[in-house]
C-alpha cells in the first residue's frame, strides 16, 4: 500500500499525462510563482494548485503537513519584511497605500522600525509560496512513479549519478515512513502509548519509537552506501533507448502551458504583472 509522498496509479486526468507533460506543467506553475507576490496573484496561482491537487485526487492529510512549517517559517519573513520599510521598493500598487505603517517594532541598537502595508503582503505572499509549492510538488510526487522519472532522466541523458540520487532520494522518504508505521504498530502491541500534555515526559515516552528509527535509517545509509559502491559507475557506457511516447492531449498541454508561461513573462516583464 502506497504511504506518505509515495505516487500510487490513479485514473486522473493528471496522472494519464506523459510525465514530461506533468514535469512541464507542474514546474511552469512553480516558476511563475517564485514571481508573483501581489495578493491577487498569489490567490490565483492557489487556486490553480488547489485545482491540480483535487483533480489528482493527492491524499488531503499530504498537505496539512505544510502547514507547521509555513506558520514557522511566516515568523522569519515578517522579520525580513520589517527591513523593507521604504516605499519606494513597490512597484505596482498605489504609494500611499504601501507606505501605511501597519504597527512600529522597536529593535535594541536600531531603533523603531515601522511594518508598512506593502511589507505586509510581501510576508504573506512569501508564505502562502509554501503551502501552493507544496501543493504543486506533491502532486508531482504522486502522480509519478519513479518509473516514469528514470524514463524520462534517460531520454534526457541525464548523467547516471544524477538520476541514482534522484532515485535514492524519492525512495528514502515513503520507506522511511513505512519503518515508522511498522515500528508504532509493533510498539502499541506491545502496550505502548502516549497519552500526556506533558512534553518532557511526551519526549521520554518516543524514546522506544525514537531508538528502533534511528536503527532503521542507520541500516537504510549503510544499505544505500554498499549498493552505490558495486552499482560501478563509470565502468560501462550508459544507453538511453527511450522514447517518451507523447499523445495529443501532451502535445496540447505543452503547447497551452508553454503560451500561458510566455504571456505571463511577458506581463511581468514590461508591464509588472505580478510583483507589488
Keep these: 500500500m502506497p504511504t506518505w509522498f509515495e505516487h500510487e ?3 486522473t486526468f493528471i496522472h494519464r499525462l506523459n510525465p514530461l507533460s506533468r514535469v512541464v506543467l507542474l514546474f511552469s506553475a512553480l516558476f511563475l510563482m517564485s ?9 490565483l496561482m492557489g487556486i490553480i494548485a488547489a485545482g491540480i491537487y483535487l483533480v489528482a485526487r493527492v491524499p488531503k492529510k499530504w498537505i496539512l503537513i505544510t502547514i507547521p512549517v509555513m506558520f514557522y517559517r511566516f515568523w522569519e519573513f515578517l522579520i525580513v519584511g520589517l527591513g523593507q520599510y521604504d516605499p519606494s521598493l513597490f512597484k505596482v500598487w498605489p504609494q500611499e497605500f504601501v507606505s501605511r505603517v501597519l504597527f512600529v517594532m522597536p529593535i535594541p541598537f536600531v531603533g523603531n522600525i ?123 557506457k550508459v544507453h538511453y533507448n527511450v522514447k517518451l511516447g507523447l499523445k495529443p492531449a501532451d502535445y496540447a498541454t505543452i503547447i497551452v502551458v508553454a503560451s500561458l508561461v510566455a504571456f505571463a513573462l511577458y506581463m511581468l516583464i514590461f508591464y509588472n504583472a505580478g510583483i507589488l
Design 35 to 43: 514571481f508573483y507576490y501581489d495578493p491577487y496573484y498569489v490567490a
Design 114 to 236: 515601522p511594518m508598512i502595508y506593502g511589507a505586509v503582503m510581501w510576508t504573506f505572499g512569501q508564505t502562502f509560496h509554501i503551502i501552493i509549492g507544496a501543493a504543486f510538488t506533491l502532486t508531482l510526487v504522486y502522480s509519478t512513479s519513479l518509473n516514469d522519472y528514470i524514463k524520462l532522466m534517460r531520454r534526457f541523458k541525464f548523467p547516471y549519478q544524477i538520476i541514482y540520487v534522484v532515485t535514492v532520494a524519492l525512495k528514502f522518504v515513503p520507506d522511511i515512513f513505512r519503518s515508522y508505521s511498522t515500528i508504532v504498530k509493533a510498539q502499541r502491541l506491545r502496550g505502548w502509548e502516549v497519552k500526556t500534555r506533558n512534553p518532557i515526559k511526551a519526549i521520554r515516552l518516543a524514546i522506544p519509537l525514537v531508538t528502533p528509527l534511528s536503527r532503521q535509517i542507520m541500516f537504510y545509509v549503510d544499505r544505500l552506501t554498499i549498493s552505490s559502491q558495486i552499482r560501478g559507475f563509470g565502468a560501462t
Design 9 to 11: 496509479p490513479r485514473n
